[in-house]
T-cell receptor, first 111, second 114 residues
Framework: NAGVTQTPKFQVLKTGQSMTLQCAQD?????MSWYRQDPGMGLRLIHY???????DQGEVPNGYNVSRSTTEDFPLRLLSAAPSQTSVYFC??????????FGDGTRLSIL | EDQVTQSPEALRLQEGESSSLNCSYT??????LFWYRQDPGKGPEFLFT???AGEEKEKERLKATLTKKESFLHITAPKPEDSATYLC???????????????FGKGTKLSVKP
Protein backbone atom coordinates (compact mmCIF):
# COMPACT_ATOMS: atom_id res chain seq x y z
CA ASN A 1 0.00 0.00 0.00
CA ALA A 2 1.85 3.09 -1.26
CA GLY A 3 -0.42 5.74 0.34
CA VAL A 4 0.13 9.20 -1.17
CA THR A 5 2.90 9.41 -3.78
CA GLN A 6 4.32 12.72 -4.98
CA THR A 7 6.66 13.24 -7.91
CA PRO A 8 9.16 14.67 -8.45
CA LYS A 9 10.85 14.96 -5.03
CA PHE A 10 12.99 17.90 -6.13
CA GLN A 11 12.73 20.37 -8.99
CA VAL A 12 14.50 23.54 -10.07
CA LEU A 13 12.77 25.86 -12.52
CA LYS A 14 13.50 29.15 -14.14
CA THR A 15 11.11 32.07 -13.78
CA GLY A 16 8.33 31.82 -16.34
CA GLN A 17 8.55 28.08 -16.87
CA SER A 18 5.54 25.87 -16.28
CA MET A 19 5.39 22.45 -14.71
CA THR A 20 3.09 19.90 -13.13
CA LEU A 21 3.52 18.38 -9.70
CA GLN A 22 2.04 14.90 -9.58
CA CYS A 23 0.06 13.38 -6.72
CA ALA A 24 -1.47 9.91 -6.64
CA GLN A 25 -3.21 7.97 -3.86
CA ASP A 26 -4.27 4.34 -3.75
CA UNK A 27 -6.68 4.50 -0.79
CA UNK A 28 -9.81 5.43 -2.76
CA UNK A 29 -10.06 8.71 -0.84
CA UNK A 30 -12.57 11.18 -2.18
CA UNK A 31 -10.91 14.25 -0.61
CA MET A 32 -7.52 15.47 -1.87
CA SER A 33 -5.67 18.70 -1.28
CA TRP A 34 -2.48 20.62 -1.98
CA TYR A 35 -0.56 22.65 0.61
CA ARG A 36 2.58 24.70 0.48
CA GLN A 37 4.94 24.94 3.44
CA ASP A 38 7.20 27.96 3.87
CA PRO A 39 9.53 28.80 6.77
CA GLY A 40 7.64 30.64 9.49
CA MET A 41 4.31 30.30 7.66
CA GLY A 42 3.08 26.81 8.36
CA LEU A 43 1.08 24.77 5.86
CA ARG A 44 -1.32 26.77 3.68
CA LEU A 45 -4.07 25.29 1.53
CA ILE A 46 -3.74 25.94 -2.21
CA HIS A 47 -6.54 23.89 -3.83
CA TYR A 48 -8.67 20.97 -2.82
CA UNK A 49 -11.08 18.46 -4.32
CA UNK A 50 -13.98 16.60 -2.73
CA UNK A 51 -14.28 14.12 -5.59
CA UNK A 52 -13.52 13.43 -9.24
CA UNK A 53 -14.53 16.38 -11.39
CA UNK A 54 -14.82 18.76 -8.43
CA UNK A 55 -12.14 21.25 -7.41
CA ASP A 56 -12.08 24.48 -5.45
CA GLN A 57 -9.70 27.15 -4.24
CA GLY A 58 -8.03 27.26 -0.86
CA GLU A 59 -6.26 30.08 0.92
CA VAL A 60 -3.47 30.75 -1.63
CA PRO A 61 -4.65 29.63 -5.12
CA ASN A 62 -3.14 32.35 -7.34
CA GLY A 63 -0.67 31.03 -9.91
CA TYR A 64 -1.81 27.42 -9.58
CA ASN A 65 -4.30 25.22 -11.41
CA VAL A 66 -5.65 21.79 -10.52
CA SER A 67 -7.85 19.14 -12.09
CA ARG A 68 -9.34 15.89 -10.82
CA SER A 69 -10.22 13.56 -13.67
CA THR A 70 -9.87 10.40 -11.56
CA THR A 71 -10.23 9.56 -7.88
CA GLU A 72 -6.56 8.58 -7.67
CA ASP A 73 -4.78 11.59 -9.22
CA PHE A 74 -4.70 15.28 -8.33
CA PRO A 75 -1.98 17.16 -10.26
CA LEU A 76 -0.97 20.73 -9.42
CA ARG A 77 0.10 22.96 -12.30
CA LEU A 78 2.27 26.05 -12.06
CA LEU A 79 1.34 28.18 -15.05
CA SER A 80 4.27 30.60 -15.08
CA ALA A 81 6.67 29.99 -12.22
CA ALA A 82 7.71 32.92 -10.01
CA PRO A 83 10.40 33.04 -7.29
CA SER A 84 7.62 33.52 -4.71
CA GLN A 85 6.48 29.99 -5.50
CA THR A 86 9.70 28.51 -4.16
CA SER A 87 8.41 26.23 -1.44
CA VAL A 88 7.79 22.67 -0.34
CA TYR A 89 4.51 21.32 -1.72
CA PHE A 90 2.52 18.61 0.02
CA CYS A 91 -0.40 16.61 -1.28
CA UNK A 92 -2.85 14.98 1.12
CA UNK A 93 -5.87 12.73 0.89
CA UNK A 94 -8.58 11.40 3.17
CA UNK A 95 -12.12 10.22 3.46
CA UNK A 96 -14.30 13.21 4.37
CA UNK A 97 -13.73 14.32 7.99
CA UNK A 98 -11.04 11.67 8.54
CA UNK A 99 -7.34 12.44 9.24
CA UNK A 100 -5.47 13.43 6.12
CA UNK A 101 -2.57 11.32 4.85
CA PHE A 102 0.31 13.31 3.45
CA GLY A 103 2.91 12.57 0.82
CA ASP A 104 6.59 13.33 1.42
CA GLY A 105 6.51 16.53 -0.59
CA THR A 106 8.07 18.15 -3.65
CA ARG A 107 10.84 20.65 -2.98
CA LEU A 108 10.60 23.33 -5.65
CA SER A 109 13.12 26.10 -6.29
CA ILE A 110 12.47 28.83 -8.82
CA LEU A 111 15.38 30.91 -9.99
CA GLU B 1 -10.92 34.96 11.53
CA ASP B 2 -10.13 31.29 12.02
CA GLN B 3 -6.58 30.78 13.25
CA VAL B 4 -4.30 28.39 15.08
CA THR B 5 -1.33 29.45 17.24
CA GLN B 6 1.30 27.07 18.58
CA SER B 7 3.80 27.71 21.34
CA PRO B 8 6.64 27.58 21.92
CA GLU B 9 8.19 27.79 18.45
CA ALA B 10 11.06 25.60 19.62
CA LEU B 11 11.64 23.46 22.70
CA ARG B 12 14.81 21.77 23.85
CA LEU B 13 14.55 19.00 26.41
CA GLN B 14 16.88 16.57 28.04
CA GLU B 15 15.99 12.92 27.68
CA GLY B 16 13.45 12.09 30.37
CA GLU B 17 12.42 15.72 30.95
CA SER B 18 8.64 15.91 30.53
CA SER B 19 6.94 18.97 29.05
CA SER B 20 3.91 20.21 27.10
CA LEU B 21 3.28 21.87 23.76
CA ASN B 22 0.40 24.29 23.37
CA CYS B 23 -2.06 24.85 20.51
CA SER B 24 -4.60 27.63 20.91
CA TYR B 25 -7.31 28.09 18.33
CA THR B 26 -10.02 30.51 17.27
CA UNK B 27 -12.55 28.98 14.91
CA UNK B 28 -16.21 29.47 14.12
CA UNK B 29 -17.28 26.02 15.18
CA UNK B 30 -14.72 23.30 15.79
CA UNK B 31 -15.24 20.04 13.92
CA UNK B 32 -11.97 18.44 15.00
CA LEU B 33 -8.42 19.16 16.15
CA PHE B 34 -5.51 17.16 14.77
CA TRP B 35 -1.93 16.64 15.90
CA TYR B 36 0.74 15.65 13.40
CA ARG B 37 4.42 14.87 13.68
CA GLN B 38 6.79 15.97 10.91
CA ASP B 39 10.34 14.73 10.52
CA PRO B 40 12.87 16.62 8.36
CA GLY B 41 12.31 15.98 4.67
CA LYS B 42 9.05 14.13 5.28
CA GLY B 43 5.35 14.87 5.17
CA PRO B 44 3.24 15.26 8.31
CA GLU B 45 2.35 12.01 10.03
CA PHE B 46 -0.99 11.77 11.82
CA LEU B 47 -0.94 11.34 15.61
CA PHE B 48 -4.32 12.21 17.16
CA THR B 49 -7.78 13.61 16.51
CA UNK B 50 -9.79 15.32 19.27
CA UNK B 51 -13.41 16.36 18.80
CA UNK B 52 -14.77 17.75 22.04
CA ALA B 53 -13.60 19.56 25.17
CA GLY B 54 -12.41 17.15 27.83
CA GLU B 55 -11.35 14.51 25.36
CA GLU B 56 -7.91 12.90 25.77
CA LYS B 57 -5.89 10.55 23.54
CA GLU B 58 -2.65 8.71 24.34
CA LYS B 59 0.04 7.01 22.29
CA GLU B 60 3.25 5.81 23.91
CA ARG B 61 4.86 8.87 25.53
CA LEU B 62 2.38 11.33 24.02
CA LYS B 63 -0.94 12.50 25.41
CA ALA B 64 -3.20 15.05 23.74
CA THR B 65 -5.92 16.98 25.57
CA LEU B 66 -8.55 19.46 24.41
CA THR B 67 -10.38 22.39 25.98
CA LYS B 68 -12.74 24.89 24.35
CA LYS B 69 -9.84 27.19 23.44
CA GLU B 70 -6.68 25.11 23.31
CA SER B 71 -5.06 21.73 23.10
CA PHE B 72 -1.96 20.40 24.80
CA LEU B 73 0.42 17.71 23.67
CA HIS B 74 2.08 16.32 26.77
CA ILE B 75 5.36 14.46 26.31
CA THR B 76 6.31 12.21 29.21
CA ALA B 77 9.94 11.11 29.64
CA PRO B 78 10.86 11.95 26.04
CA LYS B 79 13.56 10.13 24.10
CA PRO B 80 15.82 11.48 21.33
CA GLU B 81 13.62 9.75 18.74
CA ASP B 82 10.76 12.04 19.76
CA SER B 83 12.66 14.94 18.19
CA ALA B 84 10.51 16.36 15.39
CA THR B 85 8.24 19.26 14.54
CA TYR B 86 4.76 18.84 15.97
CA LEU B 87 1.92 20.43 14.02
CA CYS B 88 -1.56 21.29 15.23
CA UNK B 89 -4.46 21.72 12.80
CA UNK B 90 -8.19 22.30 13.08
CA UNK B 91 -11.21 21.63 10.93
CA UNK B 92 -13.76 24.42 11.18
CA UNK B 93 -17.44 24.32 10.36
CA UNK B 94 -17.29 26.96 7.66
CA UNK B 95 -13.69 27.16 6.47
CA UNK B 96 -13.04 27.31 2.78
CA UNK B 97 -16.22 25.66 1.59
CA UNK B 98 -15.29 22.16 2.65
CA UNK B 99 -15.47 20.57 6.04
CA UNK B 100 -12.35 18.60 5.18
CA UNK B 101 -10.05 21.62 4.95
CA UNK B 102 -7.44 22.09 7.66
CA UNK B 103 -6.05 25.24 9.24
CA PHE B 104 -2.50 24.62 10.48
CA GLY B 105 -0.41 26.27 13.15
CA LYS B 106 3.25 27.00 12.47
CA GLY B 107 4.46 24.09 14.56
CA THR B 108 6.73 23.47 17.53
CA LYS B 109 10.20 22.11 16.83
CA LEU B 110 11.13 19.69 19.61
CA SER B 111 14.71 18.61 20.24
CA VAL B 112 15.44 15.93 22.82
CA LYS B 113 19.08 15.54 23.83
CA PRO B 114 20.45 12.31 25.28
Amino acid sequence: NAGVTQTPKFQVLKTGQSMTLQCAQDMNHEYMSWYRQDPGMGLRLIHYSVGAGITDQGEVPNGYNVSRSTTEDFPLRLLSAAPSQTSVYFCASSHQDQPQHFGDGTRLSIL
Amino acid sequence: EDQVTQSPEALRLQEGESSSLNCSYTVSGLRGLFWYRQDPGKGPEFLFTLYSAGEEKEKERLKATLTKKESFLHITAPKPEDSATYLCAVQAMNYGGSQGNLIFGKGTKLSVKP
